[in-house]
């Protein structure tokens, strides 16, 4: 999976990608993609970033 940021990704210390409600991985702030292989059928699909203050939001969030 492949993402982008809108903000500045300097301000971004990690990103969490994840399926189905679990984290695959965790990423620098600035990766911008991570390989996960889900069994075949549907799946929720999100990345997670932080950023320097401690706040996190879901910056993609696909099904």
């Known amino acids: 999976m492949n993402w ?3 903000g ?3 301000l971004i210390t990690k990103c969490e ?3 189905d409600g679990g ?3 965790t990423a620098a702030g600035n990766a911008t993609s991570d ?3 889900p069994a075949l059928g ?3 699909v999100h990345v997670r970033a932080t ?3 401690g706040k996190s939001i ?3 969030y696909l099904t």
């Open 4 to 6: 982008s940021a809108a």
């Open 8 to 10: 500045p990704s300097s």
């Open 17 to 19: 990608p994840g399926v």
């Open 23 to 25: 984290t695959t991985a």
């Open 35 to 37: 390989k996960a292989t």
């Open 42 to 44: 549907s799946h929720q």
């Open 51 to 53: 950023q320097q203050s």
């Open 58 to 60: 879901i910056i993609a």
